[in-house]
């Protein structure tokens, strides 16, 4: 028994009996069924049974299924900054999150191509609680975040986390994906939440916990969708946040909107990579300053990387220009893009909805926004 057995994926030995427990779900025949529609069932099977490691798994069946999902429902994806990381390294990616499974996925697949070592990643146990999810998620290598706790469960949960995450990055030289706050971004805003920075540094050291930040090389990641597939099925959230109403998830909606963010429309998807900051880290840890100061400005550093390496899209300029009344950035737009965003305005909101109208605007405005921002920092 292992310590991390409640939240690790699985060891590569677990592989192969893992994968014939599942080979048999209607949830995986559909999944692979899309994957190779002109394959026989039979073959794929057959593959699986004798495939003996998450990597191959990964490769041989999750890769085929997102270049599927990339064909069916985007306009192609493009990479930035991937040349600074080097092979047979692992790093910290630390990401902005907009969707459940993509986000990862497809920084995992980049990984992949470009010979660097894969993630192990971050997923909440709240979307993993079917069964066939929960043996999928740890055959591509997830690690689960447990949801709902407080109080000593909540330490302990974090504390473990936190350990895993070190032996991963430290003793076994895999890399680990995690988002920069808990959960998705749901307005567009995205902001570094300090307690999650807190979270990694449990394990270390106590009279020098920042010194985790050190030992790691830590990368900032920006992942930029041109459409949200699930900008629609986060509407229901942001109104009862402007109401200052607590939301309640419905029973499936977390299923919803991941079968939503693989199939919806996309268009084009660019993911940045920024870099591993450490030497921002080694100066930061040399300043006479507490350590929740230090986290602070940690996350204030990991997001003006993020919004600097934000691929800024037609669909952000015109969204920001609607929501403030201005042609402040029509260069970056034609009149046709302007329309279909429209369409796509009209089609998913209730426009009689002041509240609704303006959440959906500011979702695709606000990295414009976080975009200025960057550069007037990095002025100073």
């Not at 999650?196 to 030992?215: I, Q």
């Not at 990641?221 to 607590?246: F, G, H, N």
């Not at 299923?255 to 870099?275: A, D, P, S, Y």
């Amino acid at each position: 028994m292992s310590k991390f057995d409640p939240i690790r994926p699985f060891y590569e030995a677990e592989a192969n009996a893992a994968i014939r427990q599942i080979i048999d779900d209607p949830m995986l025949e559909a999944m692979m069924n899309f994957t190779f529609p002109n394959d026989n069932p039979s073959h794929w099977k057959d593959l699986m049974r004798h495939t003996h490691s998450l990597r191959d798994f990964q490769i041989n069946f999750i890769y085929p299924a997102l270049m599927m999902v990339l064909e069916k429902s985007s306009d192609g994806l493009t990479t930035g900054g991937f040349e600074a990381l080097e092979p047979n390294t692992a790093y910290l990616f630390v990401s902005n999150h907009r969707d459940i499974i993509l986000d990862t996925s497809l920084l995992n697949a980049c990984i992949y191509e470009k010979g660097l070592v894969m993630t192990t990643s971050a997923i909440g146990d709240n979307l993993i609680k079917k069964p066939f999810l929960h043996m999928l998620s740890r055959l591509n290598r997830n690690f689960a975040i447990r949801r709902g706790l407080t109080g000593r469960a909540l330490f302990e949960s974090s504390l473990m986390v936190s350990e895993y995450i070190r032996k991963s990055l430290l003793n076994e030289n895999r890399s680990v994906w995690t988002a920069q706050r808990e959960g998705r971004t749901k307005d567009g805003n995205d902001v570094t939440q300090k307690g999650v920075l807190k979270m990694l540094t449990l394990a270390e050291d106590v009279d020098n916990p920042f010194g985790f930040f050190e030992k790691i090389r830590l990368v900032p990641v920006s992942i930029s969708y041109e459409y949200d597939p699930t900008d629609i099925l986060k509407m229901p959230e942001l109104l009862a946040k402007s109401r200052d109403e607590k939301y309640i998830k419905h029973e499936n909606e977390d299923f919803v909107n991941l079968l939503r963010g693989l199939l919806g429309t996309k268009k084009r998807i660019h993911i940045q990579v920024n870099g591993v900051i450490d030497q921002e880290i080694k100066a930061i840890s040399a300043l006479e300053i507490s350590q929740s100061e230090k986290l602070s400005q940690l996350a204030s550093l990991i997001d003006v990387k993020i919004w600097g390496g934000y691929k800024l899209w037609p669909s952000n300029y015109i969204a920001h220009d609607l929501l403030y009344g201005s042609d402040n950035f029509s260069s970056y737009y034609t009149k046709d893009e302007k329309e279909a965003f429209e369409k796509r305005l009209l089609g998913k909101v209730d426009t009689s909805n002041p509240v609704l109208v303006k959440s959906f605007l500011s979702m695709y405005a606000y990295p414009v926004d976080n975009s200025l921002k960057a550069k007037e920092l990095d002025k100073k």
